[in-house]
């Protein structure tokens, strides 16, 4: 039930790309991306609804494919502030909107200099 | 303006003792979550209420835990008999209504000894 991310971790120097994918078993109504810094809370990133609407930060780009059941979050040109744990939460398509998130594993991303 | 608040922001307790964990939501918030998250591990959904409804209670772990929101606000977590395994951070997340992004509060990290 809880969505599979990928990779686990990645390294990454200032100005690289990088791709996060969350993949899961059940058909999905929506995946949510946070980030979260060490010792802080997670801080929401962006919304991808089913028959997609998206909601979020300009500077952030995520897909979703419905069919696959996979979402994916870009990060581009990294700077050193995009490093800290991603996580995909997903809605399952049973229940509507319930807005009741399984959150993955996570994917730590560390950018350096 | 303020964000979501959690006190304590750090508990010992001692194993068998019952514990309280206090949420102040962002004022007109009408949905709030509570989630556990274990060292390097994800966030596990506890529960959630959405304005008057009766509240999602499948992810309490088990019979100890409880919550209640008083007055469409604050929000309380209750853990009786307390066990180590219940050592984690504790983070409460309100939102302006079901489908929108979550806000974070800081945390309460709980240490059962």
């Known amino acids: 039930q809880q969505p599979v991310q990928s990779p686990q971790a990645v390294i990454l120097r200032e100005g690289e790309d990088a791709v996060i994918n969350c993949s899961s078993s059940k058909a999905l109504y929506s995946v949510h991306w946070y980030r979260q810094k060490h010792g802080e809370a997670p801080v929401f990133l962006m919304i991808l609804l089913k028959g997609g609407e998206q909601k979020g930060h300009e500077k952030i780009s995520a897909s979703f494919n419905e069919k696959k059941q996979q979402s994916s979050l870009y990060l581009t040109a990294s700077q050193l502030s995009y490093s800290g744990t991603y996580f995909c939460?997903?809605?399952?398509?049973?229940?509507?909107?319930?807005?009741?998130?399984?959150f993955g594993t996570g994917t730590l991303l560390a950018v350096q200099p | 303006g303020a964000g979501v608040s959690q006190s304590p922001s750090n508990k010992v307790t001692e194993k068998g003792k019952d514990v309280e964990l206090r949420c102040d939501p962002i004022s007109g918030h009408t949905a709030l979550y509570w989630y556990r998250q274990s060292l390097g591990q994800g966030l596990e959904f506890l529960i959630y209420?959405?304005?008057?409804?009766?509240?999602?209670k499948s992810g309490l772990p088990s019979d100890r835990f409880s919550a209640e929101r008083t007055g469409g606000s604050v929000s309380t977590l209750t853990i009786q008999r307390t066990q180590q395994e219940d050592s984690a951070v504790y983070l409460c997340?309100?939102?302006?209504?079901?489908?929108?992004?979550?806000?974070f509060g800081p945390g309460t990290r709980l240490t059962v000894t």
């Open positions: 209420f959405q304005g008057n409804s009766a509240p999602d």
């Open positions: 997340a309100s939102s302006l209504r079901l489908g929108y992004e979550q806000y």
């Open positions: 939460g997903t809605e399952d398509s049973y229940g509507g909107a319930t807005n009741k998130l399984i």
